[in-house]
C-alpha cells in the first residue's frame, strides 16, 4: 500500500524566499509523480509531472526534482510570493494494477507581503 | 490544455434525499475517473475509480451502495449520494486521466446536507 508523506505540514514565509516542499513515498515502483496545488474550497491545479525516468522538471519558478528509488521528490519554489500561498499536494501514480493517485496531506503554504 | 468539469459546485440538500454531482472532460475521452472526498484541512480521500462501461472499483470503506458511480460515456462520470445525512456533508472532487496518464481535476462540488 503506498503511503505519501509530506514535510513541512505548514510553512508560513516572508514574500522573495526560496522554498523547499518533500514528498516521501512508500512504493518506489511508480510511473510518475505530480505536483498539484489547491485553493481554499478549490479543485487541484497540476503544477507539475515528472515521469519516472526524468530526475527534474521545471515550470517557471517551479522545480521538482525526483528519486524514485529513494522513495523522495521535491518542490522547489524560487522567490515566493503572496500569489504562491495556496496548499501543495504530491501524487505518485503507479499504473498496471494499482493505477491511482494517492496523495499526501499536503503542505500549507502561506507567504505574506 | 485539458479540462475536467463538474456540476454543480454547490448544493444543499435534505437529509434522507439522493443528490447526484456530474464530472465532464471537456476536451479528452477518459476511461478512467476517479473520485475523492475531502473534509475540511484534510487530504483528498480516494473513494474509487471509475471505469467506462464497467463498474467502479472502491476503496476500502467506501459504501458502494450508498455512493452509486456511473460511468456510461468516455467524457461523463457520475456520483450519486443516497440517503444522504449530515455526516456526508463534504467536499467532492473528480478527476480524470489524460494523454500520458496526466491527472486532471475537477473544480469539486461542497455538499451541506441539513
Known amino acids: 500500500k503506498q503511503e505519501v508523506t509530506q514535510i513541512p505540514a505548514a510553512l508560513s514565509v516572508p514574500e522573495g524566499e526560496n522554498l523547499v516542499l518533500n514528498c516521501s513515498f512508500t512504493d518506489s515502483a511508480i510511473y510518475n509523480l505530480q505536483w498539484f496545488r489547491q485553493d481554499p474550497g478549490k479543485g487541484l491545479t497540476s503544477l507539475l509531472l515528472?515521469?519516472?525516468?526524468?530526475r527534474e522538471q521545471t515550470s517557471g519558478r517551479l522545480n521538482a526534482s525526483l528519486d524514485k528509488s529513494s522513495g523522495r521528490s521535491t518542490l522547489y519554489i524560487a522567490a515566493s510570493q503572496p500569489g504562491d500561498s495556496a496548499t501543495y499536494l504530491c501524487a505518485p501514480y503507479r499504473a498496471g494494477g494499482y493505477n491511482k493517485l494517492i496523495f499526501g496531506a499536503g503542505t500549507r503554504l502561506a507567504v505574506h507581503p | 490544455g485539458a479540462v475536467v468539469s463538474q456540476h454543480p459546485s454547490w448544493v444543499i440538500c435534505k437529509s434522507g434525499t439522493s443528490v447526484k454531482i456530474e464530472c465532464r472532460s471537456l476536451?479528452?475521452?477518459?476511461?478512467?475517473m476517479f473520485w475523492y472526498r475531502q473534509f475540511p484541512k484534510q487530504s483528498l480521500m480516494l473513494m474509487a475509480t471509475s471505469n467506462e462501461g464497467s463498474k467502479a472499483t472502491y476503496e476500502q470503506g467506501v459504501e458502494k451502495d450508498k455512493f452509486l458511480i456511473n460511468h456510461a460515456s468516455l467524457t461523463l462520470s457520475t456520483l450519486t449520494v443516497t440517503s444522504a445525512h449530515p455526516e456526508d456533508s463534504s467536499f467532492y472532487i473528480c478527476s480524470a486521466r489524460g494523454l500520458g496518464n496526466t491527472i486532471y481535476f475537477g473544480e469539486g462540488s461542497w455538499l451541506t446536507v441539513v
Open positions: 515528472i515521469q519516472s525516468s526524468q
Open positions: 476536451d479528452f475521452q477518459a476511461t478512467t
